[in-house]
């Protein structure tokens, strides 16, 4: 098991695309053609690309991988934490309890060997109870007859406290699936109401690998569980849902618990992260590859990361792959033109061209990344003639990712708005938190697809979805356009011609 990755190796921001992704899009003057080259020289078509990399996921924040390497060299928790987040300072958790909304049910019909209770009233062990339009139906037992029902919107267990004995678990009729907490409906979701640290025991075996405890990485554990703690609290606080999918953090309930992860949760009990006086937003990822990518914290070598699968990795790739995942025809040449700096190979891609028959591409490393199917932007580009440009990541809440909030970003001087890395990230977050209130991957926008990117003209930030596309300006918010309403848009001009939309269209 502990050669496994851990499952997070994703970004924890909202994976969207908005250009360069769906021809289509041309005709609503949403995308700008590619500069057109008057050079004959194309690779052949049996000729490959081979790129240099480290590490997998984003590389923000700790590296799951490196917090383990460092467990095994005898690191505490505090230390793996100090490390990775810095600027941080230690607190405590000032609102326990929690909603998770749970995309896979959407009903609530439960039973409790200890007993429960519903609208204030207890209801036996051996008794069920079943919630529809708020009312909760008491039945002798999973099916059987009506005992009386009462008006209620959650179905609490005799105890809310956390780390409660497995008696006092709700568990669904039929499979018997149990969550700690109480089980209902918000906002007409299925959801969990839980106390923060029962709810970290279903994340951390989802988004880490519990073996690590059973050699010497018990410590990386409770590192992971404070990051997903302090990680939700800070993702309420910016008005984000959470759910129980990896656009939160993965969350299994009762049955992704692992003993050993559970003790990781309980021995850093209501410990969280502090920054700027409210929850930091502790992104984590599998593996920095060696160097941490800063952003919101400072980017860190990360020593503790030699112990990952993924430290070093090489991808091949064929010339009609990659011009085909650009959009230049034949390829000519693939190039990293900016780099971090930080790392083996002149650290993380920044900035990526792609030359070909049909024009230029750039694009940033993380869409490269994209477009690639690469495990990381940490990589670079074997033969290349040219060192690339070396631009150092910022640092800090105001740096991409950063926790501004909306208000904070519509009081900058204008002049700094456009094409900036504030812009960007405060207009992903509010398409994040838009997208989990329309439902999700369950709602009327569907999966996600690439990453997020600013609008041509720099004003604003666009994102595109299976069966729709989202906007964001500081002056309209996020809104999103699905069905007839996008393909009116669309063909009025797109947001060239018909700015930014001011209102949700789903149909």
């Known amino acids: 098991m502990v050669n496994a990755r851990p499952r997070h ?16 899009l041309l005709v609503g003057g949403l995308l700008t053609a590619p500069r057109v080259l008057h050079d004959d020289v194309v690779l052949s078509a049996g000729s ?29 928790a505090t230390q793996i934490l100090r490390h990775y987040y810095g600027g941080t300072t230690a607190g405590k958790v000032d609102r326990p309890e929690i909603s998770v909304i749970l995309t896979g049910k959407n009903s609530v019909n439960v039973h409790a060997d200890a007993g429960m209770r519903v609208g204030g009233q207890m209801v036996a062990p051996g008794q069920a109870v079943s919630l529809s339009g708020g009312t909760a139906t008491i039945r002798n037992g999973c099916g059987g007859g009506v005992v009386r029902s009462v008006p209620a919107q959650f179905v609490e267990p005799i105890n809310m406290g956390p780390s409660r004995p497995p008696a006092e678990f709700l568990k669904y ?19 969990n109401r839980i106390h923060i640290d029962d709810y970290v025991k279903g994340v951390i075996p989802k988004e880490s690998v519990p073996g690590w405890a059973d050699s010497g990485g018990l410590e990386a554990l409770k590192a992971q569980a404070v990051a997903a703690r302090t990680y939700a609290l800070a993702a309420i606080a910016g008005g984000k849902r959470i759910d129980d999918t990896q656009n939160s953090q993965v969350y299994g309930g009762v049955a992704g618990e692992d003993p050993r992860t559970n003790r990781a949760a309980d021995e850093t009990a209501g410990q969280i992260l502090l920054q700027g006086g409210k929850p930091a937003f502790t992104e984590f990822s599998a593996s920095t590859g060696g160097y941490s990518a800063g952003g919101r914290f400072p980017a860190v070598r990360d020593d503790g990361d030699t112990v990952s699968p993924n430290h070093n990795w090489t991808a091949t790739i064929s010339a009609g792959s990659v011009g085909s995942a650009f959009g230049v025809g034949a390829l000519r040449a693939l190039e990293v033109v900016e780099a971090n700096g930080l790392g083996a190979e002149n650290g993380r891609a920044i900035k990526v061209r792609a030359v070909g028959s049909g ?71 509010a398409i994040n938190g838009r997208f989990d209130e329309l439902g999700g991957i369950t709602g009327p926008l569907g999966q996600a697809i690439g990453v997020p990117n600013l609008t041509p003209d720099g004003n604003g930030v666009i994102a595109l979805f299976q069966r729709g596309m989202m906007f964001f300006s500081p002056a309209t918010g996020a809104h999103a356009l699905v069905g007839g309403g996008l393909a009116d848009y669309l063909a009025a001009g797109g947001q060239p011609v018909k700015g930014f939309p001011d209102r949700d269209r789903l149909r």
């Open 359 to 429: 024009g230029t591409v750039e694009v940033s490393g993380e869409e490269a990344r994209t477009r690639l199917q690469l495990k990381s932007s940490f990589f670079s580009v074997r033969g290349q003639a040219f060192k690339p440009r070396i631009v150092t990541p910022p640092t800090g809440p105001d740096s991409p990712g950063g926790a501004l909030d909306l208000g904070s970003l519509m009081a900058l001087p204008e002049r700094l708005l456009p094409g900036s890395s504030q812009l960007l990230s405060i207009g992903t977050d």
């Open 173 to 191: 009729c039929g499979s018997n699936q149990a969550y700690r907490g109480a089980l209902g409906f918000d906002g007409g979701r299925a959801a």
């Open 48 to 76: 490959e690309v081979t790129l240099i990399g480290h590490g997998h996921g984003h590389g923000r924040g700790m590296g799951q991988w490196g917090a383990y390497g460092y467990a095994q060299k005898g690191w505490s």
């Open 9 to 24: 190796a994703r970004t924890r921001s909202l994976s969207l695309a908005a250009i360069g992704l769906l021809p289509a």
